[in-house]
């Protein structure tokens, strides 16, 4: 599995993050411009001990991930999405998309791939859920789908 996260924002969310995906054997992605840089304290910390087991890669921009992601089974989360997340049958390369927290994923990304585009269910009166528990709920779904391969 891949987690990708469209110019991340905040430093601890991207250490959760990354924590989930070291723990998991998942890829991470990261998209520029980011909000921080990936040598701060604060992103290291929330990572604790786990950076040497995670696999990260960085792309210079939304238009070169694009470009890297043209043959790949890509899912975009946000709370514009038209399907639930346990609506979707998740294969072992699918790359998940997420995007900054203040702003979610482009509107232009959205409208390009309508039937990639997906949610999780929450209450009318809330913005939206913290992006490392948002990655953490759909990625755990995704691989328990296909029997938490690797892990015990």
């Known amino acids: ?3 990708v996260l469209v110019e991340p924002e905040i430093p601890p969310n991207t250490g959760n993050v990354s ?3 070291a723990v998991t054997g998942t890829t991470l992605h990261l998209v520029e411009p980011m909000g921080f840089s990936i040598e701060e304290r ?3 910390r929330a990572g ?3 950076w040497q087991h995670l696999n990260l890669q960085v792309h210079e921009s939304l238009e070169q991930f694009l470009e890297y992601a043209t043959d790949r089974n890509c899912w975009f989360l946000s709370t514009k999405g038209k399907q639930s997340y346990t609506d979707i049958t998740y294969h072992e390369d699918d790359l998940l998309v997420f995007g900054r927290e203040t702003a979610g994923l482009p509107d232009w990304l959205l409208a390009r791939f309508p039937q990639k585009c997906v949610r999780i269910p ?3 009166d809330v913005r939206s859920l913290n992006l490392s528990n948002s990655v953490a709920i759909v990625l755990y779904e995704a691989l328990r789908q296909q029997g938490f391969p690797g892990l015990s």
């Open 122 to 124: 929450m209450g009318p």
């Open 19 to 21: 924590r989930t995906c």
């Open 42 to 44: 604060q992103l290291k």
């Open 48 to 50: 604790l001990d786990y």
């Open 1 to 3: 599995m891949h987690i």
